[in-house]
């Protein structure tokens, strides 16, 4: 789950790193009252920045300067409402905008090849670490935590030096380890800071201006799995942000991702429909959604994804696939049912369960008159053909 | 011979007791695998399936009392971890986790207790291990799709296994283990683990792997199959072809992110190693015998 | 260092350890009081126990049991001022006395050998654990817990069936977890809960009464070296029980432990201090003291070492004995020499120095007429025989 | 030949331009031991002891440029576990850590990652340990006690060693290494180890032990020697016959506590492994002598 810079920021406070002050604001009267109080604090610009959970707000322009209260307020104004890769933008971040020095990058992520928590550093810092990768991968220095006991003050002190920030050893070894103590305790996939500026002017604990080693922006993914134990983390989802169909489908255990395409697919385990949509594609047709029942399924989970995937008002077919295991085809099948004797539109339907109790399921399916497919490949071809205004098929 | 589970395997049952551990291992039982204890903390001195399996309080008192050198693992997430790092301190060799949801770096902890102990961990979120000319399953895939033969089948899913395994069972290609390695982040054991087993294993003539978007296992295995099987059949699939960048499909593990693990990198490293990928599961025979296969 | 029961209960109760609740009292009218409220709750009978540091309070009368207020008060009245191993008891703890079903021990230390935390438990819980040791060394079961990743739930497991708390044993898991993570938070070097007792009739969240494990003794070892990193801990340390002249040393960073005989000892180094004692013993006499001046002390540390010794009236003759290595030996000499100029009573002196700049010393000590000595053994049969009354040497 | 330090030594300092850092590693340098380089992270790129020594950031890139492959550590207490364990990563191969009051569990931690590494930790709060014979001399024993020869000393204690090699000095024994293995609970390596490696050094012919109070070290190290040493000519010192039980005779390790870590206790398991046990140090040599060591 990705949450706000702004609660990403507030994370890293809480263990201590230096996150400079900001506020957040829903409107731009909010933005000008902000910016009045760092105005009033000393500041000479302010910086606005939009808080929506994809990446590009830059380029896309919902990040902006501002000199005056009532610049702020315009600046709120056009970047509040603003759609950014189609994400309304509802909230924006205020805060001094510092006198940057130099960017340095500092992640921190979960490494599948070495199962450890790495940690990135850069003097590449304030692009995305990606396009680094990409252009100089030479300039990411990478180290491997140990997995019990977490960051050592010498790593970091290497990882220091190797970027050049050895004149701040002190501070980037403090924000180093509260990076990885955030990840572990937070349960965090990825902790990003970036950039993580040297900043000339800001105020120190007796308002004297030095050279500042502080987070900037902030960027934090929580791992799904374990977002059971921290509640108060669960309470950052932003929902605004979210499709309601999706979550709608995760409060009944669905794995439900809404796409653009016309197909409604209903298969169980994600590799499974994963393929389907695969296949749908190959057929000639576009998915309109990645949907996993789960494993077990019973019949009124069967029903739930129904509506969900009729729900969408581009569906045109739906396709279920069904390899059973621990899911039995008989319950499938029964949920099938019952959905289609409720279901508010008629959406044509091509059905393939194999596996357990197919043979039940193949039974209750003709009673009930529905288009079958014995293949995966045959499947999505006549989902395909169906949405494409194709023939329902001879049976129907 | 297979890999990891076979005829020498003395199964021990963590979480026998549960909905999930008892139906699991009643079908493993039917299938021919030698369970020979489950445990369950607080059941000890119990019998479990019709009394048939002896119930053990600790893994250390199951090992002791009966052998047992595989350990499958259908305990609820917040203790799985626990459950699979007591294995791996009992001695046992082979651990299969299947449970789903475990938090990454709980897993992080446990992959390194049991690589210190040199354990072999499969999982965590995997439908676990099956050898169908030894009659032995550790796991959840379903027994009627199997077919003994020469095939190493290695997987990050589950259900898309199944349809591949059926496919070659449906075309007559047996399969010598068939191995789902799990669909987290944090896995015991890659595809190239895998591969090196198989590499090794004399029953093994061929391999199909079974692939999905995220991270950049596939493209460490295409690369230690490049150097190492350039005699072996194999043929793979990837799944997640229509994927949107920066979404979980469903496993934790199945992300695109920041451009990378996306399935035509990884379509494009396996066929750099000279390995077909289908374009669906079931042209996976077909890609076999075109690769070489003869059994 | 250690704490009173009380505080190591306050820990154990921070870590979410089951321990009853207690009230503490330092005199008759406060335990009548705090039994007083114990009885309103519904105790049958209360406990009061002397808070000392020393071992065996409970056959020396420290612990009694008390059934009405005026029999808690008159309980209190004995047990406070009574002396324990010498030791003045001037708190005690009141708390409703369990009904106890079994008792069992449960401790962590830092175990040396194996260079691992250590946890232990037996069925012969309620004596203690060195007497099980000496008696029935099967009963103990041990566990090591991994450096980095603390006591796993399964070995507390392993634990609990091992002793027979099986019927317990999600108490027990979270309890045994409890008592190492309070040792690995709190950096101490040994927690024992002693008994850890299965109890009928403590009132349960709905008030109802069924068995439960709870901590019904608490003791814990602090380590001293850590000391510094828990300021709340060092808040702890009761100076009641404590020698001021222990305390004075303390302040001064000089290690001295006061002993009953009668030869002053200032030496550098733990190891040759006690070396310089057992020598003094082996020559007839009794050492006053263990003194360590510690590496590299300076003159004025070693004027306020001889200001400590003095402070003891049963100190008949000093030996001081140094082997300069950080140490210098003119730096020792130049103190004694100033500290003597100052001290209020003549006590008969005998030093030895040798090492780093020993020359020098020798000829501070030979102008200013201090009794010297060349070799350790020497030294200690000098300053025996000065305090038995025999001669101060030709040289005085 | 010696244990430890020798001739190949090539010493880091890890607190080199600290107080105590500096005015040892001067001793060291006018012994004869090799210091190749310094570590005080910002100090990186300076040279120390009057421009002789390198000065570096970190262990890893003074290994890098120098080769040093043992390090003593003069760092403060907070800082000292941290700086063992960056030595034994960089891979030095042995560590003697001076630093004092270092907090117990801090340790347990970095002897477990020296011991991963493999690395051999001395320490902390111990002097050190001095070859005579190849003028090696790492940490804070004083340089004029010695005389070379073959007579390996291992010892808890500080000035007490001292007293007890001069003494042997005295008398005309040499030694082949003196070992100050340190006064805290938890520490890298004890008397057994040590005795492990004195047993297997040509160069050393004989052994002194000075024990304390406190934990079972030394009857730990008699039950080795009763095994392993009997040829070997060895004499002993325990101090704090007369120590009251309970209470920490200034080293944190020397403390007789719940009965158990008494003299009596070390020095009857000591006789009861054939070796004689001195009164005072100065009876070492004449026991040694008696033990049957001619050199």
């Known amino acids: 789950m990705k949450i706000q810079e702004a609660d990403a920021k507030s994370l890293l406070l809480a ?76 909230k924006v971040l205020v805060a001094e905008a510092a006198e940057i020095v130099r960017e340095y990058y500092l992640g921190a992520i979960l490494d599948r090849a070495s199962r450890r928590i790495v940690v990135m550093a850069s003097a590449e810092g304030g692009v995305e670490i990606e396009e680094v990768a990409r252009t100089n991968p030479g300039a990411i220095h990478r180290l491997a935590t140990h997995p019990f006991l977490g960051l050592q003050p ?75 134990r921290h509640p108060d983390l669960e309470a950052m989802r932003d929902l605004d942000e979210e499709d309601p169909v999706d979550v709608e489908a995760r409060s009944l255990g669905i794995n439900y991702i809404h796409l653009d395409g016309s197909i409604g697919c209903m298969v169980n385990g994600a590799g499974l429909a994963m393929t389907t949509m695969d296949l749908v594609k190959r057929a000639g047709g576009e998915p309109a959604n990645f949907l996993d029942i789960g494993g077990g399924a019973k019949a009124e989970r069967v029903a739930a994804a129904m509506r969900l995937i009729l729900a969408d008002p581009k569906v045109q077919a739906i396709l279920v696939n069904i390899f059973g295991g621990i899911t039995r085809g008989d319950e499938v099948a029964h949920g099938l049912i019952e959905a289609r004797s409720r279901q508010s539109r008629e959406v044509p339907m091509v059905v393939r369960i194999v596996g357990t109790n197919a043979e039940e399921a193949a039974r209750l399916l003709r009673e009930a008159r529905f288009e079958t497919a014995a293949s995966l490949d045959e499947a999505a071809a006549t989902a395909v053909a169906i949405a494409a205004g194709g023939a329902m098929g001879g049976a129907a | 011979m297979s890999i990891l589970v076979g005829r020498e395997t003395r199964l021990l049952v963590q979480g026998i007791t549960g909905r ?22 607080g059941k000890g001195g119990r019998r479990a399936l019709d009394g048939r399996v002896p119930v053990f309080d600790t893994v250390a008192d199951a090992v002791a009392a009966t ?87 290695v997987s990050r899913s589950g259900t898309l296994t199944y349809e591949a395994v059926q496919a070659m069972t449906d075309a007559g290609i047996g399969q010598s283990t068939c191995v789902g390695i799990g669909g987290d982040p944090i ?93 669906s599961p079931t042209e996976l025979p077909r890609l076999l015998r075109e690769s070489g296969y003869r059994g």
Request: net charge negative.
């Open chain 2, 67 to 153: 052998g047992a050198n595989a350990s499958v693992i259908y305990v609820p997430a917040p203790g799985a971890p626990d459950a699979v790092m007591e294995a791996a301190e009992a001695g046992i060799a082979t651990i299969v986790c299947i449970t789903e949801g475990i938090p990454a770096l709980d897993m992080l902890t446990a992959v390194e207790v049991a690589r210190d102990r040199g354990a072999t961990l499969i999982g965590p979120n995997c439908p676990g291990a099956t050898s169908p000319g030894s009659q032995a399953k550790v796991g959840i895939i379903p027994a009627s799709i199997h077919r003994p033969g020469g095939v190493g089948v």
């Open chain 1, 15 to 90: 263990h201590g790193l230096p996150v400079p002050p900001w506020e957040l604001a829903r409107s731009p009267a909010e933005v000008r009252a902000a910016a009045e109080r760092f105005f009033a604090a000393g500041a000479a610009r302010v910086v606005v920045k939009a808080q929506v959970l994809v990446g590009g707000r830059g380029k896309a322009g919902g990040v902006k300067l501002a000199g005056s209260a009532d610049e702020a307020e315009a600046v709120g104004a056009a970047i509040l409402g603003m759609e950014i890769k189609g994400i309304t933008v509802r």
């Open chain 2, 187 to 279: 896995i015991g054991t890659t595809f190239t683990e895998i591969l090196r087993l198989f590499h090794d294993d004399p029953e093994t003539e061929a391999i199909v792997l079974i692939g999905e978007i995220g991270g950049a296992a596939e493209e460490e295995a295409a690369a230690f199959a490049a150097e190492h099987l350039r005699g072996t059949p194999m043929a793979a699939f990837i799944a997640g072809r229509t994927a949107p960048s920066g979404r979980r499909m469903g496993h934790a593990g199945a992300i695109i992110s920041g451009g990378s693990g996306t399935a035509a990198d990884k379509i494009a490293a396996l066929e750099a190693a000279g390995i077909r990928v289908a374009g």
């Open chain 1, 154 to 228: 010498w790593q970091a002190r290497q990882l220091a030096y190797a970027v050049g920030l050895g004149g701040h050893v002190r501070d980037f070894v403090r924000i180093a380890g509260g990076l990885v103590a955030t990840m572990r305790d937070r349960d965090a996939d990825l902790v990003e800071v970036n950039p993580l500026a040297v900043v000339r002017g800001a105020p120190g604990p007796a308002g004297q201006a030095t050279d500042q080693l502080v987070c900037l922006d902030a960027k934090i993914t929580l791992d799904d799995s374990a977002l059971s």
């Open chain 2, 20 to 41: 999930e551990g008892e139906f699991h291992s009643r079908q493993s039982l039917e299938y021919g695998t030698r369970i020979v204890a489950g445990v369950t903390p």
